[in-house]
């Protein structure tokens, strides 16, 4: 599983601290508020869909992100240092709407999928899908806050970073103050690590992911335990074998069996292990947690690769019904229905996507061409004489 373009930036440097958060108002669980979440996702929803950054960031509040990623020095010589320090990350938040703007103008998805009430923090958290072909899916969960009676975002939960945005910014927001100061407030050891850690992710930015994992395995201290450490040594040892990537998902299970963000690597776990029922009970877990349906894709995605096609075909039809825009749906949904060599059926679904916009020649060299392996997934439908026919109509 790999990390979105969105966080290759902020994802260089790993360690725990402290950090002070601020108190939220409570905001009541009621139908009036109801509405008024569903209203604001809706506007981050359009901001990225129409290419308006500045409409999503009139609903990110700055003020509570940069509480979260400020840190007490019990030091006033540093307020000035911090304050100038702070407002350049917070600065640097500024690209993120851009960012997923790029993303989506460039093929991948970011929809608003469901929002529910928290009733031991009493605020409400919003949910968005963010989906690439080349990158996985990935979910960011919007914490919501009330600010001079209006609804605004705070923070934001990223599932592939098993973190708070404001908590990923603090380590590099850390990393940057005066190494004597931070001698003072963590110690030597800590600090020790930390530096450590600084070295294996450059070590794997660069491509040395051997020396990388090996100092991941190295640490002792409480970090190996920590979500983000434990997500990073995932991807770092998925460059080097299946086995390595294993044991190191299994870590992630045994240390946080029960956490729905982490489920997605649960069933990278599974599915390595060819253990295809547990991978699809975790999906369903998800999908309770989250009430996406859209993980009918990577369910069907499960059946076909291990030959369940009829299931398969059933999953991938909810998602060509419910999101007729979604062409990678469309296209394993035909992939399905050629496995199942129900080819009328494939050729009744090319009518319809014709009819949705689609024009025949594209869809025809869709179906015919061999992809950059030089291999064609769609052979059997290919040399069908439905298809055959179809292509003469």
Do not use: C
Not at 163 to 178: A, D, H
Not at 223 to 249: C, P, R, T
């Amino acid at each position: 599983m790999t990390t979105p373009n969105i966080y290759k930036a902020i994802v260089i440097l790993l360690f725990s601290f402290n950090i002070a958060f601020p108190q939220s108002e409570i905001i009541e669980n009621n139908t009036v508020n109801n509405t008024r979440v569903e209203e604001l996702a809706n506007v981050i929803d359009s901001a990225i869909s129409n290419s308006d950054s500045d409409a999503y960031l009139d609903k990110i509040d700055f003020n509570i992100i940069g509480q979260n990623i400020a840190i007490d020095t019990k030091n006033s010589s540093m307020d000035d240092y911090q304050k100038s320090l702070l407002k350049g990350f917070l600065n640097g938040l500024e690209n993120l709407p851009k960012t997923l703007i790029s993303n989506v103008e460039n093929g991948d998805y970011y929809d608003f999928v469901s929002y529910r009430y928290d009733v031991v923090k009493e605020t409400y958290y919003i949910l968005f899908r963010l989906f690439s072909v080349e990158a996985g899916l990935n979910y960011h969960d919007y914490r919501v806050y009330e600010v001079d009676d209006e609804l605004v975002l705070g923070d934001i939960y990223i599932y592939t970073t098993g973190e708070n945005i404001s908590k990923t910014f603090s380590r590099l927001y850390i990393n940057s103050l005066p190494k004597n100061k931070l001698s003072k407030l963590f110690g030597e050891k800590k600090l020790k690590e930390f530096h450590k850690m600084i070295d294996g992710i450059v070590l794997y930015k660069s491509g040395k992911h051997k020396k990388a994992y090996d100092l991941f395995s190295s640490l002792k201290s409480d970090i190996i335990k920590e979500k983000y450490f434990l997500i990073m040594k995932s991807h770092i040892a998925n460059q080097l074998n299946d086995d390595l990537y294993k044991k190191a998902l299994k870590e992630i299970i045994d240390t946080y069996p029960n956490d729905a963000t982490l489920y997605l690597n649960h069933v990278d776990y599974y599915v390595l292990e060819n253990d295809y029922d547990s991978a699809l009970e975790i999906l369903e877990q998800l999908e309770f947690q989250t009430n996406d349906d859209f993980l009918a894709f990577m369910k069907g995605n499960l059946e076909l690769e291990r030959g369940n096609y009829e299931k398969s075909t059933e999953f991938l039809k909810h998602i060509t019904e419910n999101y007729p825009d979604f062409f990678e749906g469309a296209s394993i949904y035909l992939l399905s229905l050629t496995s199942e060599k129900k080819y009328d059926d494939a050729i009744s679904f090319l009518n319809k996507l014709i009819d949705d916009g689609y024009a025949k020649t594209d869809l025809i060299n869709f179906i015919e061409e061999d992809d950059e392996t030089g291999v064609n997934v769609f052979e059997m439908l290919r040399d069908s004489q439905a298809f055959i026919n179809w292509k003469t109509i």
